[in-house]
T-cell receptor
């Protein structure tokens, strides 16, 4: 059974204080690891897809990396508008997305 | 690109009635659509997978006679909650997979269902 564990559950940062969110996973036949951002009362917003260990992708203040066991979402110099819940999901051989519980990020001005 | 819409965004219904939720891919054709349910402070739980023109595949524990899914075209899927009860109150979110973008799923804004 595919599993995703995200840590920490919640993270509070000061504006400009860089940090990383962790996503550990076990999956049978990884087809992709996905990061989404979800604001309260809204659907997840697609951020990144990573397909193989060693791959990295960047978008503005966010950078996602992937190893064979985990992925990190690095946030550089965050701003209050980066406050949201960040979801990690894996897609295995069964083509279904398995989500972690998410990390709630709060960035104080 | 890759925009998915849902309608309605919120609905309140009485116990015993049925509610239909629409999910549309606005700027792409989706061969596969998914329906999820999310409880407060919880992550997304997959309810069913639907492919255009065929019957939906339901996850274990999801009642297919209660949650009717129709995927009549490459841009539209509907979820009907039949004989709704208060325990069906939840946030329902659909997603669509663009057949040219390997495995990426794009989510709708969600529908908040409250059954009184």
């Amino acid at each position: 059974e595919d599993q995703v564990t995200q840590s920490p559950e919640a993270l509070r940062l000061q504006e400009g204080e860089s940090s990383s969110l962790n996503c550990s996973y076990t999956v049978s036949g990884l087809r992709g690891l996905f990061w989404y951002r979800q604001d309260p009362g809204k659907g997840p917003e697609f951020l990144f897809t990573l397909y193989s260990a060693g791959e990295e992708k960047e978008k503005e203040r966010l950078k996602a990396t992937l190893t064979k066991k985990e992925s990190f979402l690095h946030i550089t110099a965050p701003k209050p508008e980066d406050s949201a819940t960040y979801l990690c999901a894996v897609q295995g051989a069964n083509s279904k997305l398995t989500f972690g519980k998410g990390i709630t990020l709060s960035v104080r001005p | 690109g890759a925009v998915v819409s849902q309608h309605p965004s919120w609905v309140i219904c009485k116990s015993g009635t049925s509610v239909k939720i629409e999910c549309r891919s606005l700027d792409f054709q989706a061969t596969t659509m998914f329906w999820y349910r999310q409880f407060p402070k919880q992550s997304l739980m997959l309810m069913a997978t639907s492919n255009e023109g065929s019957k939906a595949t339901y996850e274990q524990g999801v009642e297919k006679d209660k949650f009717l899914i129709n995927h009549a075209s490459l841009t539209l899927s509907t979820l009907t909650v039949t004989s709704a009860h208060p325990e069906d109150s939840s946030f329902y979110i659909c997603s669509a997979r663009f057949h040219d973008r390997s495995y990426e799923q794009y989510f709708g804004p969600g529908t908040r269902l409250t059954v009184t």
